[in-house]
Nanobody
């Protein structure tokens, strides 16, 4: 069982900041892509941001300019710096590590960390 552990969620006021961290397992390979997704109550899980092993990043339009993703390939770790938080950012945030092997993608998910933006 691959263990992926998120941390850093919590309650923050609108306009505030949080930093999420995700630690993946020790491996002999580098994950092709690491990222963050989120799921708000009653909504589908959606992509927030991803970073490739080469450092290319991708963001949802709703978080561009406010969130920054970074990664550490040597540690299989990925981070999400969130600033200018809005109530609509409230959700459970999930870390995703993705690897291509033997002709298919393998996805590994964390258990999620709650982010609540409220005054």
């Amino acid at each position: 069982q691959v263990q992926v552990v998120e941390s850093g969620g919590g309650l923050v006021q609108p306009g505030g900041s949080l930093r999420l961290s995700c630690a993946g397992p020790a491996t002999t390979f580098t994950f092709n892509r690491m990222g963050w997704y989120r799921q708000a109550p009653g909504k589908e899980r959606e992509l927030v941001a991803t970073i490739s092993s080469g450092g290319s990043t991708n963001y949802a339009d709703s978080v561009k300019g406010r969130f920054t993703i970074s990664g550490d390939n040597a540690k299989n770790a990925v981070y999400l710096q969130m600033s200018g938080l809005k109530p609509e950012d409230t959700a459970i945030y999930y870390c995703n590590l993705r690897n291509w092997y033997a002709g298919r993608w393998y996805d590994y998910w964390g258990q999620g960390t709650q982010v609540t933006v409220s005054s």
